[in-house]
T-cell receptor, first 110, second 114 residues
Framework: KNEVEQSPQNLTAQEGEFITINCSYS?????LHWLQQHPGGGIVSLFM???GKKKHGRLIATINIQEKHSSLHITASHPRDSAVYIC????????????FGEGTQLTVNP | EAQVTQNPRYLITVTGKKLTVTCSQN?????MSWYRQDPGLGLRQIYY???????DKGDVPEGYKVSRKEKRNFPLILESPSPNQTSLYFC?????????????FGPGTRLTVL
């Protein structure tokens, strides 16, 4: 079993829909990252969370430390949101080491 | 412009021919890392560095070397590349304080080892 698991692996939505991507982890963490990988391959850091909730534009990330679970929400989705979304856990005991989920491929159709 | 640069962006080489992928950041970040990305396996950390002359292994360090002689540069060295090192490689940096900081990624280097 992977230490960081994401669901779903693939997600197709219609423009305007509310989207949720989930990330569960089985180890103690000091922080959790959400990343976006564009179709061209470039990776952008969206959020880093250690507790609670963060919002940036139409993106919202939440984390529940007790349940070892994080979610990334996209409101009013748009075709330009189509990308791979990756969560990564910074483990408590390993300093700068990150463990990644396999990613969620999101496609938003017009 | 704040950025992480990698060179080359694409490389095709043959088994056993030593190569270096360079990584440079202009943000005065203390932490730098190398990752590889493979289909079905996702991103995996190869090596990371907390500061000049301080490096440590990630999850998949075998077959790779790194050095951190200057704060801005963190080259990845493949002494004797093999086909299983064919992958997409990313360098990343962050300011410091691993509990509070976001990572900045380079554009990626696509390596093919024949």
């Amino acid at each position: 079993k992977n230490e960081v698991e994401q669901s779903p692996q693939n997600l197709t939505a219609q423009e305007g829909e509310f989207i949720t991507i989930n990330c569960s982890y089985s180890v103690g963490i000091s922080a959790l990252h959400w990343l976006q990988q564009h179709p061209g391959g470039g990776i952008v850091s969206l959020f880093m969370l250690s507790s609670g909730k963060k919002k940036h534009g139409r993106l919202i990330a939440t984390i529940n430390i007790q349940e070892k679970h994080s979610s990334l929400h996209i409101t009013a989705s748009h075709p330009r949101d189509s990308a791979v979304y990756i969560c990564a856990a910074r483990r408590e005991t390993s300093g700068s080491r990150l463990t990644f989920g396999e990613g969620t491929q999101l496609t938003v159709n017009p | 412009e704040a950025q992480v640069t990698q060179n080359p962006r694409y490389l095709i080489t043959v088994t056993g021919k030593k190569l270096t992928v360079t990584c440079s950041q202009n943000m005065n970040h203390e932490y730098m890392s190398w990752y590889r990305q493979d289909p079905g396996l996702g991103l995996r950390q190869i090596y990371y560095s907390m500061n000049v002359e301080v490096t440590d292994k990630g999850d998949v360090p075998e077959g790779y070397k790194v050095s951190r002689k200057e704060k801005r540069n963190f080259p990845l060295i493949l002494e004797s590349p093999s086909p299983n090192q064919t992958s997409l490689y990313f360098c990343a940096s962050n300011r410091g304080g691993p509990h509070t900081d976001t990572q900045y990624f380079g554009p990626g280097t696509r390596l093919t080892v024949l």
